[in-house]
């Protein structure tokens, strides 16, 4: 799993981690049932502090994307039911603010769906 994180970014470590998972998975670079590096080991693949890498791990843990196995440690489960009203809710609210923020930046409705099919086909790939 190669994670490529921006120690200059405003979005925390942690953060930067999860989204990356979830994106690997949505891509298919990350498999379901496919074991994931230790807290310990990816937290010196790429420095940070073991203790950001378990932030991580616990986000997506609670989200439903991986399950932790005392043997295996973090295994992708993608049990992404049991989020599915919250991840609405967030959906809803993210999706708001960006849409703010494009009307703000004068995109057009077109330069906005042209956006949206370019990301969606990221993922479409599979």
Do not use: W
Request: with cysteine.
């Amino acid at each position: 799993m190669i994670l490529r994180i921006d120690f200059d970014s405003e979005v925390p470590i942690y953060i930067q981690i999860k989204n990356q998972v979830i994106e690997g998975i949505a891509k298919g670079e990350i498999e379901r049932e496919e074991e994931l590096p230790s807290v310990r080991a990816l937290a010196e693949d790429i420095g940070v502090n073991m203790h950001t890498v378990n932030k991580a791990y616990t986000l997506l843990k609670d989200e439903g994307y991986i399950k932790i196995d005392r043997r295996k440690g973090a295994i992708v489960s993608l049990n992404l039911e049991q989020s599915m009203d919250k991840f609405k809710d967030n959906l809803n609210e993210n999706l708001y603010y960006y849409m703010a923020e494009c009307f703000n930046r004068g995109l057009s409705k077109e330069e906005i769906k042209a956006y949206i099919d370019k990301v969606f086909l990221d993922f479409d790939k599979r």
